[in-house]
């Protein structure tokens, strides 16, 4: 069975709304989580590290203020993209990695923002 | 840097059909290969996956061997079903990063018509 759930898995939200999306480890105490985007007919691509405790780790270009992580706790890392605008419409997806072996994935977020 | 460059699909074959799937990749390090897939309203699953180089990653009938002097990881099945329907992610990950960051290629979209 899955080991990282996320929810939700759709959602549609009007724009300058905020959306949170959860991504939970249900199976290992996780201290690192990474959220990934995709748009469309590109790659995933890594938008930042979740740190369980400290700060999230944002790559190049991802905005930190719009799109808001928080790893309170091990099994528990959010998402939260804030004042949504329709540019911000993809599909995003979390993943707990293990040292050594592959990442495991959640079954990923729809985002359509209208 | 690393990266990955995948094959574009879509890709429409019919059932026992041969499929292969390209997969290059660049990578500063020593990293291992990954072949994900995602089955329609899921997340994404390991398929197979190499470590070094030469070895051959199998899983359900699929087979990719890490060649690190094409810097290939091509995926290939002898006899499709209409099972196999899915989109197949290419990735790599460097082993010594901690908690494996991952490379993916743009995703490949597969159909297999009875």
């Known amino acids: 069975g899955a080991v990282v759930s996320q929810h939700p898995s759709r959602v549609i939200c009007k724009s300058g709304t905020s959306v949170k999306i959860e991504c939970r480890s249900l199976?290992?105490?996780?201290?690192?989580m990474f959220w990934y985007r995709q748009f469309p007919k590109q790659s995933l691509m890594l938008m930042a590290t979740s740190n369980e405790g400290s700060k999230a780790t944002y790559e190049q270009g991802v905005e930190k203020d719009k799109f808001l992580i928080n790893h309170a706790s091990l099994t528990l890392s959010t998402l939260t993209v804030t004042s949504a605008h329709p540019e911000d419409s993809s599909f995003y997806i979390c993943s707990r990695a293990t040292v050594n072996t592959e990442a495991f994935f959640g079954q990923g977020t729809r985002l359509t923002v209208v | 840097g690393n990266s990955v460059t995948q094959m574009e699909g879509p890709v429409t074959l019919s059932e026992e059909a041969f499929l292969t799937i390209n997969c290059t990749y660049t990578a500063t390090g020593y990293p291992s290969l990954f072949w994900y897939v995602q089955y329609p309203g899921e997340g994404l699953q390991l398929l197979l996956k190499?470590?070094?180089?030469?070895d051959k990653g199998s899983n359900k009938g699929f087979e990719a061997t890490y060649r690190k002097e094409t810097t290939s990881f091509h995926l290939e099945k002898g006899s499709v079903q209409v099972s196999d329907s899915a989109v197949y992610f290419c990735a790599l990950s460097d082993l010594r990063d901690t908690g494996n960051q991952f490379y993916f290629g743009t995703g490949t979209s597969l159909t297999v018509i009875p």
């Open positions: 199976d290992f105490q996780a201290t690192t």
């Open positions: 190499a470590t070094k180089a030469d």
